[in-house]
């Protein structure tokens, strides 16, 4: 699948829509993880939003990630979290 760009005005319903669309694509590959890539403080509205959307109201293959533990997945995937020791944080980095 190529890149797709929804466009429109704000509650024009672009989210519902792809919400709507991610759903039933999760529904027909249960075999499939599905990603969907937010900001930090949209996780819990996000998923609010899916579970309220879900015929089943669950889901099981939808994973709602911030950049932040799409990162840390990827790390522990390949490992690199073991060699590299403890990633510093936001209070580390103000010290620094």
Do not use: C
């Amino acid at each position: 699948m190529g890149l797709q760009l929804w466009l429109g005005n704000s509650g024009s319903g672009k989210s519902h829509n792809l919400y709507k669309r991610i759903i039933e694509e999760a529904e027909n590959n249960p075999s499939l993880t599905y990603l969907i890539i937010v900001p930090e403080q949209f996780t819990l509205t996000t998923q609010k939003d899916i579970l309220r959307l879900h015929p089943k109201h669950g889901i099981l293959n939808i994973d709602i990630l911030s950049f932040k533990r799409l990162a840390h997945r990827i790390f522990e995937e390949v490992g690199f979290k073991n060699v590299r020791g403890v990633m510093i944080d936001d209070m580390g980095k103000n010290l620094i």
